[in-house]
């Protein structure tokens, strides 16, 4: 069975610092993947990046990067030079044996100006 | 490219009536999935078909719910009775999935459809 946890409910970050967003997996698959999707207010999800379990370098998408830790089984969002656009729930996603997608609890980021 | 297109967007009805959610994909998906979204609950996976024909349905909460998709451009998602408590916004997602080890199986989700039951 999969399971993602993410232990932040809220965070709060001063626009243009860089914030991580935590996020830990268990699986026994040994090929899975690994998502980050944003809800801003209004509601729809948004894809922001992705990570294989066997790709060797963290991947990364313009601002965001996904900082991979294979034996610890984490896979944290970082969010550099944070934008006000920012502000949103951000959920972690693992991708399971059946190829269906397993969500976290979600994370509520606040940027002040 | 119109994404994943869903209706209604709201809607409110009274309980022990049928609401039927639809769904469509983005075209040359072949994978398809139904989401429930609640403060409670958060994001829940309810059903998944993969060209056409559902996979998993273990997250469909009771026989109330019901889901098909009669071709790879449509699929619904059925609660008859509906009860206060299925109150959520329901999203459809759909992805293109090449194999079984496939990994950046990318969901795009649509909209949502947001119920609420009386």
């Known amino acids: 069975a999969q399971k993602i946890t993410q232990t932040q409910p809220g965070m709060f970050v001063q626009e243009k610092e860089a914030v991580t967003l935590d996020c830990t997996y268990d699986?026994?698959?040994?090929?899975?993947?690994l998502f980050w999707y944003k809800q801003p207010s209004s509601g729809e999800m948004i894809f922001l990046i992705y990570q294989g379990s066997y790709d060797q370098q963290n991947a990364t998408e313009g601002r965001y990067s996904l900082n991979f830790q294979k034996a610890r089984k984490s896979a944290n969002l970082v969010i550099s030079a944070s934008q006000l656009g920012d502000s949103a729930m951000y959920f972690c996603a693992m991708r399971g044996g059946a190829n269906n997608l397993f969500f976290g609890t979600g994370t509520r980021l606040t940027v002040i100006p | 490219d119109a994404g994943v297109i869903q209706s209604p967007r709201h809607e409110v009805t009274e309980m022990g009536q049928e609401v039927t959610l639809r769904c469509k994909p983005i075209?040359?998906?072949?994978?398809l999935f139904w989401y429930r979204q609640t403060m409670m609950r958060g994001l829940e996976l309810l059903i998944y078909?993969?060209?056409?024909?559902?996979?998993?349905d273990s997250g469909m909460p009771e026989d109330r719910f019901s889901a098909k998709m009669p071709n790879a451009s449509f699929s619904t998602l059925k609660i008859q009775p509906s009860e206060p408590r299925d109150s959520a916004v329901y999203f459809c997602?759909?992805?293109?999935?090449?194999?079984?080890?496939?990994?950046?199986?990318?969901?795009?989700f649509g909209a949502g459809s947001r119920l609420t039951v009386l």
């Open positions: 699986t026994s698959d040994p090929s899975y993947g």
């Open positions: 997602a759909s992805s293109f999935l090449r194999d079984a080890s496939s990994g950046a199986n990318v969901l795009t």
């Open positions: 078909f993969n060209n056409n024909v559902p996979i998993d």
């Open positions: 075209s040359g998906h072949n994978s």
